[in-house]
């Protein structure tokens, strides 16, 4: 018989699952080695065809997005029930991703901003003698290593497609990584750079520039050109997509396996850089960061040291 | 907030100034409050932003960060570094709830023992004056 697998999302874009079907005739021969019980995004199943499943009889559910409401817990809780591996896809699932942003505002003032004075729906309506349920609304998004054990991570945002096959491959295969493996190459993204040898030994940064204001020559370490790139920070495995698109990193593979706080690390990182050292200049070079949080903890936050804003 | 409030400040102290010019105020019997638990670090530049995090996300009702004079790191540009870091992380904090009285450098060279007793002072009374902080709580999900 063949193993059985499952897809689920939670709070996410939909790109992790179209990083799925992007892996194009893999695919196949995983849907030929494994047979998938559940994918609602793809596939006709039902809640009950789920809780029909003994415990433990899916060998790996791969969850896509970060925990927002009780529905996603509801479900996560049943997925990790019925499997014996969990995988957090994706870096939504494993850190809280942009989704995650969110914990700077609550439910009050979000549930303001987008209502505004209209309607706000309720959890339970009754309607000719029938109630109507919506999920709850959480206060603030988790990361589904806080609301269920999980087994492995892929990160990435979407994973792309060499990360997946080398996870499903690490699965399969006979030894299983130690449980809590993230499963991406434990390095910085700077180590598999293609303008690696670019970069200065000794990089200072007069200005730093965001994207939308200059050009970045193709060649040369976009760091050391003043882009905020988070490479040195970042856990290497996407190829440096970005980088060759001419774009700095802004952090989706998460940290390497000795760091705790992301962004506390890649804040770190930028802010050694800079080459001012007069208080005055450094509050000028500081001033072309407005949104610290949004740069260095895009990915990361309710994962983070403090996960949220405080609350008033 | 209550008169039964003390903060608890965490100071990380250069090993090669402030530390020594709080042990100055020590031996001078400079009498300054009590909530600052010092920790020594070897240079200001080894205060790893996690750290700060860390001591805000335990408990700490404020983070004082203590190094050499601009000029004097005994490894140069440390203090840099650490000024660096320490603006961009206060300007990451105020978007986390975090006021500026809450976290604070200060330059303190070895001889400045008064100095100590004047920041800290002044800090725990700007730290006790915004009441206590609390971070949010994580409760347990699961």
Redesign the interface.
């Known amino acids: 018989m063949k193993p059985k697998i499952a897809f689920y999302w939670c709070a996410s874009c939909g790109g992790c699952e179209e990083a799925v079907v992007d892996l194009d005739e893999t695919l196949l021969s995983v849907a030929d080695a494994a047979e998938i019980v559940f994918w609602p995004v793809a596939l006709d199943f039902k809640v009950k065809d789920i809780q029909a499943l003994p415990d433990g009889s899916i060998l790996a559910s791969f969850i896509n997005g970060a ?1 927002r409401n009780s529905e996603q ?1 509801e479900m996560v ?1 049943r997925l990790r029930a019925k499997s014996r591996v969990v995988v957090a896809f994706g870096i939504c699932a494993q850190s809280g991703g942009i989704p995650g942003l969110a914990n ?1 505002s609550d439910t009050k003032s979000i549930f303001a901003e987008v209502y505004r004075d209209g309607v706000v729906p309720q959890m339970t309506h009754c309607e000719n003698g029938h109630t109507l349920t919506l999920p709850e609304f959480f206060d ?1 998004v ?1 990361t589904l290593d ?3 054990d999980v087994d492995y991570y892929v990160p990435g945002c979407p994973p792309t497609p060499n990360i997946i096959r080398d996870a499903v491959n690490a699965l399969l295969g006979a030894d299983m990584p130690p449980k809590g493996a993230v499963l991406a190459p434990d390095k910085a993204l700077c180590d598999e750079c293609p303008r690696k040898d670019t970069r200065p030994e000794k990089l200072l940064v007069k200005e730093f520039k965001r994207v939308h204001q200059f050009i970045p020559d193709q060649q040369t370490c976009l760091l050391a050109q003043g882009a905020v790139c988070l490479g040195a920070a970042t856990r290497a495995g996407c190829d440096a997509r970005c980088i060759r698109g001419n774009m700095p990193c802004t952090g989706c593979f998460g940290p390497t396996s000795r ?3 992301f ?3 890649a ?2 990182a ?3 850089v ?1 080459d ?2 007069e ?1 005055s200049s ?2 000028q ?2 001033n072309a ?1 407005p ?3 949004g740069t ?1 903890y895009r990915y990361s936050l309710p994962s ?9 | 907030m209550n008169d039964a409030f003390e903060p608890k400040i965490v100071a990380f102290f250069c090993n090669w100034c402030t530390y020594l010019a709080a042990d100055l105020a020590g031996t001078s019997r400079l009498k300054y409050a009590p909530n600052v638990r010092a920790v020594r670090v070897m240079c200001s530049g080894r205060v ?3 750290f ?3 001591a ?2 335990q408990g700490a009702d404020g983070v004082l960060i203590g190094g050499c004079h ?1 000029g004097d790191c005994h490894y140069q ?1 440390g203090n ?2 650490a ?3 320490y ?3 206060r ?2 904090l105020n ?4 006021e500026n009285d809450r976290f604070r450098l200060e330059w303190i060279s070895a001889a400045e023992g008064e100095r100590v007793k004047a920041v800290v002072n002044d800090m725990v009374e700007k730290v006790r004056a915004l009441g206590p ?4 709580k ?1 409760e347990e ?2």
């Open positions: 925990i817990r809780e700077l603030a988790e806080r609301v269920i760091v705790r706080d962004g506390a690390k804040l770190s930028i802010a050694s800079a001012c050292n208080e450094v509050v070079v500081m960061l949104d610290p949080v260095f983070a040291l403090l996960s949220r804003r405080r609350k008033e | 790893d932003p996690q700060v995090l860390e805000f996300a601009p540009e840099y570094k000024l660096r870091r603006e961009l992380l300007r990451l978007q986390l709830g975090i902080l609390v971070p949010h994580r999900v699961a």
